[in-house]
C-alpha cells in the first residue's frame, strides 16, 4: 500500500504554475540572515569548469550572498549551459544570489540577460564540501515565485507586511533532493512551511525534522586539484501530461535502474512517470518525465543526465538522474 501514498498527497496538494516575478520583492526581506554564508575563496568543482571561462569574465558582487566559490562554480555552470544554446544568453547572464536555509547550504542562482528572466539554478554544499547543481531550470519560471508567495499567505490569512511589522520572519529553504519551500515564522504561533513551486502547505513535523537533521552539519567548500571542461547538449523535451489524469502507471513494474537512461533518451513515445513513493512530499510528486539534458566533461567517462521533471501543473525543474535513482522509480505509462 505504499505506493499510493503518493497518490493521496498529490490529490491533497493544488499545484500551479506562475510565470517568475523575478523575485522582485526580496528586497522587502532585510531580515535574512546572509552572517551564515561560508567566506571562502577556493572551490568544490564536480561539475565545474570550461574553457571559455577566465577569473575576468564577471566581477562578482555578491559576496555577502554568496561566497566566491559558490558565485564561480554558478558561473561555470552558466557557461556550460551556453554552450547548448547561445541563443539563450546563459553566457552573458547577470547572476543574483539569495542564500538558501537552513545552514546556508544552498543558495539559488537567478539568471537574466537585458533585464529578462532565462533561467534559475540552485546550488548545494554537500557534507564533504563538494558544490553541486542540484537543479536548474530554463526560461521565465522559478521557485520562489513572489506573486505565487502573495497568493499562498493569502490562503493561509497572513499579510507579509503585517507580519513582518509584528516580528515575524520568511525564510527561503531547501533540502535535497527537490524540495524548495518557504518558511513563515509569525510570534506566538508554530512555524508554516509551504511549497515554494506551488504554494501548498507541507507538514510541519516532517520540516521540523528535516532542518534539525541539515542544522548537524557545517560545509567547508574545498577546492580541487583539476576542474574538467564542460559542455551541455541541447536540450530534448517531450509532451507534458498530468500522471494524475491516467493512474495505469501504478499498476506496472518500475523500469529497471540500469535501463532508465536509455528509456528516458529514446522513450520518445512512452510517458514515463517518476515517483518517490512515500518521499513524493519532497519532490510535490508524483511527476510527469518531460524532457532530458546530458553534461559532458573531459575527464569522465559517462556523461550526466539530467531529467526534466513537471512542466505542466508545476515548474519543470533538470534534476540528476542519480539523484532521482536515490529516491523513487521511473513506471511507463501503459496506452
Request: hydrophobic letters at 40%; one cysteine or more; proline letters at 6%.
Amino acid at each position: 500500500m505504499k505506493r499510493f501514498f503518493h497518490m493521496c498527497w498529490n490529490n491533497a496538494r493544488k499545484t500551479t504554475c506562475m510565470t517568475l516575478g523575478l523575485l522582485s520583492c526580496l528586497a522587502l526581506f532585510s531580515f535574512w540572515s546572509i552572517a551564515n554564508a561560508e567566506e571562502q575563496t577556493k572551490s568544490s568543482l564536480s561539475l565545474a569548469s570550461s574553457t571559455e571561462y577566465s577569473p575576468e569574465h564577471r566581477t562578482f558582487q555578491n559576496d555577502k550572498l554568496a561566497p566566491a566559490a559558490v558565485q564561480r562554480f554558478a558561473e561555470l555552470q552558466a557557461v556550460a549551459l551556453g554552450t547548448a544554446n547561445t541563443e539563450a544568453h546563459w553566457n552573458n547572464a547577470d547572476l543574483n544570489f539569495y542564500p538558501l536555509g537552513p545552514g546556508t547550504h544552498s543558495w539559488l542562482v537567478q539568471a537574466a540577460f537585458d533585464g529578462k528572466p532565462i533561467g534559475y539554478m540552485i546550488i548545494t554544499a554537500t557534507e564533504q564540501g563538494q558544490l553541486l547543481l542540484s537543479e536548474y531550470g530554463q526560461g521565465e519560471q522559478s521557485p520562489y515565485n513572489n506573486e505565487l508567495l502573495g497568493q499562498a499567505l493569502d490562503r493561509q490569512h497572513v499579510n507579509l507586511e503585517a507580519l513582518l511589522a509584528g516580528g515575524g520572519e520568511l525564510h527561503l529553504g531547501y533540502a535535497l533532493p527537490l524540495l524548495a519551500y518557504w518558511k513563515v515564522e509569525q510570534p506566538n504561533h508554530p512555524a508554516l512551511y509551504m511549497d515554494a513551486t506551488n504554494g501548498d502547505v507541507l507538514p510541519s513535523e516532517f520540516l521540523n525534522l528535516l532542518e534539525a537533521d541539515s542544522k548537524q552539519f557545517s560545509a567547508i567548500i574545498t577546492d580541487l586539484s583539476t576542474t574538467p571542461s564542460l559542455s551541455v547538449d541541447p536540450l530534448h523535451l517531450r509532451p507534458v501530461f498530468n500522471p494524475a489524469d491516467n493512474l495505469l502507471w501504478i499498476t506496472s513494474k518500475p523500469v529497471a535502474a540500469d535501463q532508465a537512461q536509455d528509456v528516458i533518451q529514446h522513450g520518445e513515445n512512452q510517458e514515463i512517470v517518476f515517483s518517490a513513493d512515500d518521499r513524493n512530499v519532497v519532490y510535490g510528486g508524483p511527476l510527469p518525465v518531460s524532457g532530458y539534458q546530458l553534461w559532458h566533461a573531459d575527464q569522465e567517462a559517462e556523461s550526466i543526465l539530467y531529467v526534466a521533471l513537471g512542466g505542466k501543473s508545476s515548474i519543470q525543474r533538470f534534476v540528476p538522474l542519480s539523484t532521482l535513482q536515490q529516491d523513487g522509480q521511473f513506471y511507463i505509462l501503459k496506452p
